[in-house]
């Protein structure tokens, strides 16, 4: 590495910031760019090369204006900080899985990902096209990938059918896989066509309603409760209790979205309010600050949200 310094004047905010707790956010970002920083007074000093220290600055500036706004800095900030100063570098995001590169394009979708790292049971709450079920699908895939779960189980409520789908036709892959087609998606996105089959037909990937959680103990497992706004209160205390040795889960949904007949008995939104704050139990939430979709879903939430807060209001 070249030991060329470069100092880049910073607010006494900024500076805690980008050093962070213990040195920690410096750290990442050294780890990230292979540069050494240093907090010599009024500032930081970066030593690297040109093109290192250039991408460095990106993530510090980021940072720096996070903390002179007087908004909190936390190491999911740097994350995404680092990510963003590599995509604006030319230089590829080191988080792969399977065939594609999965990364956080947002605070939120960072701080997500860091609370399915720590976490048995997380909550991911917010609108559509936030990457919710796509990150956590991402999560779950590579866990399988790795080996540190035996299974990859993804749930939701086919309300649309009202569970009843011994009316259609085929077996429960055939009867479910019209209201799992997002999670085949995402889950062709990140593995690859030939290593989905291959894990599904070995039954390491499955598919199944809430209705066929009842009565099961889930070990080993990493389960995903997708739509989880349209699970009734019993169902969600259901699916919830399945939980066993090993196993981690995610539930995500839009509690502004329920299509159940008596919107006031989905269980997502009970289930958040009385589980908040327990050990072992992260809830991140989503607004449309991270929709990563067309720019144009962006302002549809924002306007959604505008039109709901000013009819409470009246």
Not at 244 to 273: F, I, K
């Amino acid at each position: 590495m070249s030991r060329t310094p470069e100092f880049l004047p910073l607010s006494d905010t900024a500076v805690r910031a980008v050093s962070g707790p213990g040195g920690r956010h410096a750290a990442l970002i050294e780890d990230a760019f292979r540069v050494l920083i240093e907090t010599p007074g009024g500032g930081v000093t970066i030593t690297g090369d040109v093109k290192a220290r250039s991408s460095a600055k990106r993530a510090i500036n980021a940072l720096a204006q996070r903390a002179d706004a007087q908004d909190e800095v936390v190491e999911a900030d740097v994350r995404v900080a680092v990510g963003h100063a590599r995509s604006a570098g030319g230089q590829a995001s080191p988080r792969a899985v399977g065939k594609g590169s999965v990364s956080p394009k947002t605070t939120g979708q960072a701080r997500y990902m860091e609370a399915m790292l720590s976490h048995p049971l997380t909550f991911g709450l917010g609108p559509a096209g936030t990457g919710k079920t796509f990150l956590a699908v991402a999560h779950g895939a590579g866990m399988l990938l790795r080996g540190e779960v035996d299974r990859l189980i993804v749930t939701r409520p086919a309300v649309e059918a009202g569970e009843k789908l011994g009316f259609l036709p085929g077996d429960l892959n055939e009867k479910v896989d019209p209201y799992m087609a997002p999670v085949w998606e995402a889950l062709t996105d990140i593995m690859g066509a030939d290593q989905l089959r291959r894990r599904r037909d070995k039954l390491e990937i499955e598919v199944a309603p809430i209705a066929f959680m009842r009565g099961r103990t889930l070990a080993h497992a990493f389960v995903i409760v997708d739509e989880a706004q349209n699970c009734s209160r019993l169902q969600m205390k259901m699916v919830l209790t399945r939980l066993g040795e090993g196993a981690r889960m995610v539930v995500t949904g839009d509690p502004t979205q329920v299509d159940l007949l008596n919107p006031r008995d989905s269980g997502l939104a009970h289930a958040v309010s009385i589980l908040e704050g327990v050990e072992g139990v992260a809830i991140s939430r989503f607004t449309a600050a991270d929709v990563v979709r067309h720019p144009l879903v962006e302002r549809i939430v924002r306007a959604y949200d505008a039109d709901a807060l000013q009819t409470t209001t009246q």
